[in-house]
């Protein structure tokens, strides 16, 4: 018989992040140990006083040695042995880091904000040690360097899902913030669009605010850009236009690499993930018709509908599968995503996009980069392989947005 361990982890692997449940493993041992399920707060607040310290000591303690096997994951990295790490060997799936990240500390800081230590029947959860690992990588940031790019996801990270950047969004004085202090930003968008005009309807709030500034140089405000379908489409700020934005020719941003992608390729590769969407479409009864771009194809509700959850991820799964096992998925890279309510394959993935900025503003290191993003799981999310071009924040709303970017000045300035 099948067992439940087995099911959920066939159909929930995909949806994990295997640092932050084997932090969240580590964190369950002194919850157990120090929990009293039947305490009453009132009756008992000495004694839960006591055992909140001793949680808070032992929370610290752990986060404070997995900061150490990070420091010493980093070495061996340096060293070109990163196999050999006691981290890769414990997390095999843990890639690279660009900081350190000051998890004591970061600890310490959320717990004010979350009150961790003081829970007694809620364990530690993958939302807390999500936010703990966000402000352990603004203070490795601050601490080991300067942040001199910003990088943004758009739906759910800047705005909510489907809606567009309007000028009461409270991000956008943030980001202003970010450009007077002669940091670049960039928004790395999924949106594969070819003109200005239907990012300046996305984004015009933001747009119109940087255009109408009378506190921004000339020169600060060239430093936002938006990079669109991925890693294909670049765009400059144009005070000139109208809508705000010009198109950078491929010549002025190209990665070395992506100049060897062949045109024959991109189409092999997109006629291949058109026809894998097109059998899951018809497999699965999707109530979506299939939208072929210059750079990337997929599938969309119609009708208004919503195609379920479960659809989404399996189409995802699907097709990606089947575009890796082919010969022209190992030679060109791709990123097959749920949107929330449609399926995408792109061309490249957001690293590419992430370098290309980086290439665009003189080179600028992944140390001192950052890309906010809120899909950071193993398949199916197109902010994850981000991780291989930049430090990165995950978040999970607009609102987090506004808040990681206040720690990061509060982070700057103390």
């Known amino acids: 018989m099948t067992t439940r361990y087995r099911v959920e982890y066939a159909l929930k692997t995909h949806r994990r992040d295997q640092l932050i449940e084997w932090i969240k493993g580590l964190l369950a041992v002194p919850f157990v140990l ?14 839960l006083q006591t055992v909140a310290a001793d949680t808070y000591q032992r929370y610290a303690e752990i986060m404070r040695d997995v900061e150490k096997l990070i420091v010493d994951h980093i ?4 060293r070109d042995a990163p196999g050999k790490s006691k981290l890769k060997l414990l997390v095999p799936s843990v890639g690279t880091f660009f900081t350190r990240l000051y998890l004591e500390d970061a600890f310490k800081y959320q717990d004010e904000q979350r009150f961790i230590s003081r829970r007694r029947f809620v364990a530690p959860s993958f939302n807390d040690i999500r936010l703990i690992l966000n402000s352990a990588q603004l203070l490795g940031l ?8 910003v990088t943004f996801d758009g739906d759910v990270t800047l705005y909510d899902d489907g809606a567009c950047l309007t000028p009461d969004n409270p991000v956008i004085a943030r980001i202003l913030r970010l450009l007077e202090q002669d940091r670049k930003v960039g928004i790395v968008t999924a949106a594969g669009y070819t003109d200005a005009p239907k990012y300046y309807e996305r984004l015009h709030g933001l747009l119109d605010a940087v255009h109408d500034s009378t506190i921004l140089s000339a020169t600060q405000k060239q430093g936002l850009v938006v990079m669109g379908g991925e890693s294909n489409f670049l765009f400059r700020f144009d005070q000139s236009s109208s809508d705000r934005l010009a198109y950078v020719p491929r010549d002025e941003w190209l990665l070395e690499e992506m100049q060897d992608w062949r045109e024959s390729d991109i189409t092999e590769l997109l006629d291949l993930a058109e026809s894998a969407l097109r059998a899951c479409a018809a497999n699965l009864h999707l109530p979506a018709a299939v939208l072929r ?11 208004g509908t919503r195609i379920h959850r479960e659809q989404l991820e399996e189409t995802v799964l699907a097709v990606q599968n089947t575009v890796q096992r082919s010969a022209v998925g190992t030679r060109l890279p791709f990123c097959a995503f749920n949107g929330g309510n449609d399926v995408f394959v792109d061309i490249g993935d957001k690293s590419w996009g992430v370098r290309a900025c980086q290439r665009y ?13 809120d899909q950071f799981l193993s398949a199916g999310a197109n ?20 808040e990681l970017l206040d720690e990061l000045e509060h982070a700057v300035d103390g």
Do not use: C, M
């Open 34 to 47: 120090h929990s009293q399920p039947t305490a009453v707060y009132q009756e008992h607040r000495e004694g």
């Open 75 to 78: 070495a061996h990295h340096d």
């Open 383 to 402: 902010d994850f392989k981000a991780r291989l071009a930049s430090t990165t924040a995950w978040i999970a709303s607009p609102t987090e947005t506004v």
């Open 293 to 303: 771009k210059d750079r990337a194809v997929g599938v969309y509700p119609v009708n």
């Open 361 to 373: 503003f003189g080179g600028i290191d992944p140390s001192k980069t950052l890309h906010v993003g």
């Open 142 to 149: 601050v601490r080991s360097s300067q942040v001199q790019l």
